[in-house]
Each structure stands twice: as C-alpha cells, then as structure tokens.
C-alpha cells in the first residue's frame, strides 16, 4: 500500500498504555497509518475494528489496521509499549531484568524488517530500555527516544497551576532524571508566565510548605493510580501523542524525553529524562539547562542510579 504523507506509525504491545495511545493518535488525527501488533492478536483485531468505528468523527481519516513486524520496514516511527507492568508495590526498576530480554526479541524483529525511522519507547524502566533499544537496534542515538520524564513533567505542572491557579500551559517547570523515584524537581529554573517560582513565593509565602508535597505527589503519583486502578495508561499516552506530534509535524519542541547524554550535565553514555529539541528527525539537541548545586547532586544521583544497574547488562 502507498503512504499518503509519509507518516506511518507502527506500535508494538497493545495493553493499556498501547490502545490508550493509539485512541489519542485517532482524535487528533496525528498520522495517516496506524498499524497494531501484539502477541493477544484476537485483543488487535478487535481493537482495531472499534478504532475504525470512530475514524468518522476524527479530525481526518486514517488507516487503522493489525499489523506485524514486516509492516515496520517503511514506518516512519515504532512506539515499543510492549513489556511486563508494574505491579503494586513494584518499581519501576524492579521490571529491568525481564523486559530487557523482552526488548531484544522485538528490537531485533523491527530491525530484520529494514526498519530506518525513529523508535520511541515507553516501557518501563524507561530510561533503561530506551538505552537498551539504542544498543540493540544500532540506530544513530538521535532517532531512539523515550518518553522520559514527560509524564511527570506534565504532572508537576498540572499541581503548579492548581496551587496559583493558572492554566498548565501557563507553567513552565520540568521534571528531570530517571522516570522513577530519583527524579527531581527543578525549583531553580520554574517560573509562570516569566515570573520565577522564587518570586511567587516571596509575594505567597503561604504556600512555600506546598511545594514538597507537590513534588511528592509527582513523583509518587504512578503508585497511587496504580493501587486505585492497576495501571497508569491515559497521561502517559497523551505525553507520547505528544512526542509523535512534535516528530511527525517537524516542530524543534522542547520536551522532557529520555534522550542520550554525551557530556551534557557532566554525563555521557545513558538515557535519562532531560528537556530536548524533538523533529521529524528525532532528538535534534539536548537542552543543558542551568542547575542549583542540590539539583546537579540530585541529577547525578539519579543518572548514577540507572548506570549502576544497567551497566551489568551491557558490559
């Protein structure tokens, strides 16, 4: 089959986070080809009949099909959320060792179709498999993205604009580092429309005891969801829509993705959570933005912390 416009997306596992995507893609009308593989091919088929049923109502048509791994040889993106979830009480570095394994079966399949676009990974451990997904596809680093801290960033914001009501696009403060529990708040560079969190809180001295509970409920926000629900899936795929969106229109967006360090903040050889410039290239810089002193040793340790247990595995 010809490509419309050039914008096929292959999406690999098709659990929560997977079908929430693939939702989003359709009701923004993000690409023009949508194919689904999973190993529950039944859950595929089904799915893919439902998607169908709304293409009416979506922004703009779209095909919708299931797929397999021969389909990924001319896509132009392959979103991996395929991978053992995290269970209550599990984190997210807890589910390393087998998805890692998962991960080289199905890098290796996308890669023996000829596949030559851009992987973006969402599994967890993000930055671990993102950095897997690098070393076993042997794409350029810039074209292999995860969705790093995108999600917590989002999160951050959303708290921020409830605390000095204002609308989340109006706040501009990210989460950096691992997407895990050593992630970190960036205090010293948050502002809302220009004025630096600093100042707002010299003017509302009031809600300085927030702001740690705001962090808090960031970073443990995923295990709160998960003990009411079973799995986080609606944020996190709204935030890989998002990501898609910035590849596929070619828009130079900063995002807080797990991108591949090579000197920026001191640290080379690891994925983790910073802002980057995305394109329909992929990763086109990363953003070196100015830390505290507490926030370097706070980012230091989180990429320390995914070195010391990924470096086993890839010695």
Same mark, same amino acid.
């Given at each position: 089959m010809n490509k419309i416009k050039g914008n096929k997306i292959v999406l690999v596992g098709n659990g929560a986070v997977g079908s929430s995507y693939a939702f989003s893609l359709l009701n923004q009308g993000i690409c023009d080809e949508l194919y689904i593989i999973d190993l529950?091919?039944?859950?595929?088929?089904?799915?893919v009949m439902d998607l169908n049923h709304g293409v009416l109502y979506a922004p703009s048509?779209?095909?919708?099909?299931?797929?397999?791994?021969?389909?990924?040889? *001319?896509?132009? !993106?392959? &979103?991996?959320? $395929?991978?053992?979830?995290?269970?209550?009480?599990?984190?997210?570095?807890?589910?390393?060792?087998?998805?890692?394994?998962?991960?080289?079966?199905i890098v290796e399949e996308i890669m023996a179709s000829g596949f030559d676009g851009i992987l973006l990974i969402a599994t967890n451990?993000?930055?671990?498999?993102?950095?897997?997904?690098?070393?076993?596809?042997?794409?350029?680093?810039?074209?292999?993205?995860?969705s790093g801290t995108i999600l917590d960033t989002a999160r951050f914001r959303y708290l921020l604009s409830k605390e000095f009501d204002v609308a989340s696009s109006s706040v501009h403060a990210n989460i950096i580092g691992e997407h895990g529990d050593t992630e970190l708040a960036?205090?010293?560079?948050?502002?809302?429309?220009?004025?630096?969190?600093?100042?707002?809180?010299?003017?509302?001295?009031?809600?300085?005891?927030?702001?740690? *509970?705001?962090? !808090?409920? &960031?970073?443990? $926000?995923?295990?709160?969801?998960?003990?009411?629900?079973?799995?986080?899936?609606?944020?996190?795929a709204m935030g890989l829509m998002r990501i898609t969106k910035a590849i596929l229109s070619n828009q130079d967006v900063v995002l807080t993705v797990s991108a591949y360090l090579n000197g920026e903040y001191g640290h080379q050889d690891v994925y983790i959570g910073v802002p980057a410039v995305i394109n329909r290239n992929g990763i086109r810089e990363v953003i070196e933005s100015p830390l505290s002193e507490e926030e370097q040793i706070k980012f230091d340790h989180s990429v320390n912390t995914m070195k010391d247990i990924q470096t086993p595995f890839f010695k």
């Open positions: 529950n091919e039944e859950r595929v088929i089904g799915d048509p779209m095909k919708i099909k299931a797929g397999s791994y021969a389909d990924c040889h *001319d896509a132009d !993106i392959v &979103v991996i959320c $395929a991978g053992a979830a995290q269970k209550p009480g599990e984190t997210r570095l807890d589910l390393v060792g087998k998805n890692i394994k998962i991960f080289k079966s451990p993000v930055d671990i498999l993102t950095y897997a997904s690098w070393k076993f596809s042997g794409l350029p680093k810039h074209r292999v993205i995860g960036v205090w010293s560079g948050a502002n809302i429309a220009g004025v630096s969190l600093k100042r707002l809180l010299e003017m509302h001295p009031e809600k300085e005891d927030r702001m740690e *509970d705001i962090y !808090i409920n &960031v970073r443990d $926000a995923a295990y709160q969801i998960i003990e009411a629900k079973g799995a986080t899936y609606y944020g996190v």
